[in-house]
């Protein structure tokens, strides 16, 4: 019996001995699947499962320094982009000596209203980047109407509001640009479907149109033009809010207000929030249904 006993605990002991190596590597295997490539596995032995723990390491020190790489050429090429974007959004801000700096302020005016509203840092982006190049269209509108120092006539302010039309035209050759065509294409629509160029209503208007929307009205009217004097800030809120169920969703200029009130949006200046890496990494995702886009010919 005692022989048996100890043929047991020696057979126990060889054997977890042989085992723990293989539990070490599926627990590796595991961390590395859930994309955690921080930690090595440690696998004292001269056999060959020591041999896989060491080529187990240096595989794992390859993926890291991979994935390193990527997302630094990410990083870049984001950089890249919105260099590209932002450049895009001066020069047509420069044909106009009076819209200069209009696309940067109604981008982060409409990312404060959409943080204000909640919604995830990715939506955020994408508003922020339709906002850039809101009038993107009006780089194929006349100078002569554009820069115009009086109010336009009935048939040049026609010209002008296919500014939307033209800049979808432009930007949706661009697979890219997809995502942030609706606020490109919509700002100039209304909730009660007088706006243009499709007329939508309520609803049918996306969420990031109507932020640009909201942001761009309110630039304008605070800023000096040919034709009229730049508005009072508390007289331009008051304005806005005046638009709410014509103009504009009631929700969106609430977002707006609130980001006035408490300092967020001030006269020459937007100051956005910083999410930590965990709120970025706990946002949920939102789900909009993509509106439709209407063809241009």
Avoid at 93 to 107: A, F, L, N
Avoid at 143 to 169: C, F, R, W
Avoid at 187 to 199: A, I, L, R, W
């Amino acid at each position: 019996m005692v022989a048996g006993f100890l043929s047991l605990l020696t057979g126990f002991f060889f054997a977890k001995k042989l085992t723990q190596p293989v539990q070490e590597l599926a627990i590796g295997a595991h961390r590395i699947a859930s994309g955690d490539f921080s930690q090595r596995i440690d696998v004292r032995s001269r056999t060959e499962l020591g041999d896989l723990g060491n080529s187990f390491n240096q595989m794992t020190d390859q993926l890291e320094t991979y994935i390193r790489d990527l997302q630094r050429s990410a990083d870049e090429n984001r950089e890249l982009f919105l260099g590209t974007v932002k450049g895009l959004a001066a020069a047509i801000d420069g044909k106009d000596p009076y819209t200069r700096g209009h696309s940067e302020r109604v981008s982060r005016m409409s990312v404060a209203i959409a943080q204000r509203l909640g919604l995830p840092d990715d939506e955020c982006e994408k508003i922020r980047i339709s906002a850039l190049l809101h009038d993107v269209g009006k780089i194929s509108i006349d100078d002569n109407i554009l820069k115009k120092p009086s109010a336009l006539t009935d048939e040049e302010y026609v010209i002008m509001k296919t500014h939307p039309q033209k800049g979808y035209k432009i930007m949706s050759q661009i697979r890219a640009m997809k995502e942030f065509l609706p606020g490109m294409y919509m700002h100039h629509e209304m909730v009660n479907g007088e706006g243009y160029p499709q007329g939508l209503k309520g609803d049918e208007i996306p969420l990031m149109a109507e932020s640009v929307a909201v942001a761009d009205t309110f630039d304008a009217m605070t800023t000096d033009r040919p034709y009229q004097l730049a508005m009072k800030f508390e007289d331009a809120i008051e304005r806005i809010q005046a638009f709410v169920g014509t103009r504009y969703d009631p929700g969106v200029v609430s977002a707006f207000v609130e980001a006035c009130e408490e300092g967020q949006i001030r006269p020459g200046s937007v100051k956005l929030k910083k999410r930590s890496g965990q709120e970025r990494r706990q946002a949920a995702p939102s789900v909009e249904v993509e509106p439709e886009l209407v063809p241009v010919s």
